[in-house]
């Protein structure tokens, strides 16, 4: 799993396909391709996108829902957590 996560955020698209979810949960396909365009010139293709979702969702960080003919993406933080427990940040600084 952590393996997955971290590739995961390790590519910069995936990074921005989940800043957009972030910003408006529940998006199709059409509309995070429309939106990647739009606000971040990215002019990959939709299989490309779709790919990138796909290894998102391999990672637990976004969760689907099909409503008729649409697929729906939601986001999921929850697998973050898991990288915030391996290495807590609340250690205080070592003494020279």
């Known amino acids: 799993?952590?393996?997955d996560l971290f590739k995961a955020i390790g590519d910069p698209?995936?990074?921005?396909?989940?800043d957009e979810l972030t910003e408006k949960d529940g998006q199709t396909l059409f509309e995070l391709c429309g939106r990647l365009t739009m606000k971040h010139g990215l002019s990959s293709s939709r299989q490309a996108i779709s790919q990138h979702l796909a290894m998102l969702e391999q990672a637990g960080l976004v969760h689907t829902r099909r409503q008729g003919r649409y697929k729906f993406h939601h986001?999921?933080?929850s697998p973050l957590r898991s990288i915030a427990e391996r290495w807590p940040i609340d250690r205080e600084e070592?003494?020279?």
């Open 94 to 96: 070592p003494n020279p």
């Open 1 to 3: 799993m952590d393996d």
């Open 13 to 18: 698209t995936r990074r921005t396909i989940l």
């Open 75 to 77: 986001l999921d933080t």
